[in-house]
């Protein structure tokens, strides 16, 4: 795979343009904006207003480009008007989970509901059949989380396979943590 091709052109279901490709090294500071306004609105994701610095985000994506061009991982940007709106990866992990990929999807706050979450998850699960050792594709969900939980696993038929009891504190509250999987 390769650092900025393009895999999507088209509309979301309002109508707005959209652009999904890979990421390449000069996308860093859009990719850093992005997290720590998500990390701001403190939704279902692990930062929770932590800040990412800059020279993070470039250890983190030269890792991550590291890995899609030797097929270890696979993520797409979406764009809207050159706006980074959605970001969603599958990452390998190593030594005896070498087959194990975890997936991670984010969308802007004002870009949700209009079909974003769900062509980005399709297209990343079919990108990710270029990473050939991949078998599984696993995550975890904030149990007070009903909407990634639902599109999961009626749209995309992953299975629960634990639970750990109060394993997220969110807002001030203890939920649980879901593990899904999925065979690929
Ligand atoms: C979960 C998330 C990725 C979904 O992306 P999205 O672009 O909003 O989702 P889509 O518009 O593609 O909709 C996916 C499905 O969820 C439903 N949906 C989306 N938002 C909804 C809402 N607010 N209420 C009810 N249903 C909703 C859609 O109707 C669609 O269902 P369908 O297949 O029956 O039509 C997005 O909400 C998000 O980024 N949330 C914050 C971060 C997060 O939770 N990440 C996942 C961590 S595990």
Do not use: C, W
């Not at 899609?68 to 190593?94: G, S, T, Y």
């Amino acid at each position: 795979m390769k650092p900025g091709t393009i895999v999507f052109k088209g509309q979301t279901k309002k109508g707005r343009e959209i652009v999904v490709r890979y990421p390449l090294g000069s996308d860093v500071s859009a990719l850093r904006n992005y997290i720590n306004i998500l990390s701001r609105e403190k939704t279902f994701i692990r930062f929770q207003g932590e800040q990412v610095s800059l020279a993070d985000e470039k250890k983190y994506l030269a890792s991550y480009l590291k890995k899609i061009k030797k097929n270890e991982a696979v993520k797409l940007m979406v764009f809207h008007q050159n706006r980074l709106v959605a970001v969603a990866d599958i990452n390998l992990e190593d030594k005896i989970s070498g087959h194990v990929g975890v997936f991670g999807i984010t969308v802007a706050k004002d870009f949700r509901r209009e079909g974003v979450g769900k062509l980005l998850m399709k297209l990343v699960l079919k990108e990710a059949k270029q990473i050939k050792k991949l078998k599984i594709i696993t995550l975890g969900v904030f149990a007070n989380n009903s909407i990634a939980l639902r599109m999961y696993q009626k749209r995309f038929g992953l299975k629960e396979y634990g639970r750990l009891p109060q394993g997220i504190k969110h807002r001030g509250k203890f939920i649980d943590h879901i593990f899904l999987y999925k065979r690929v």
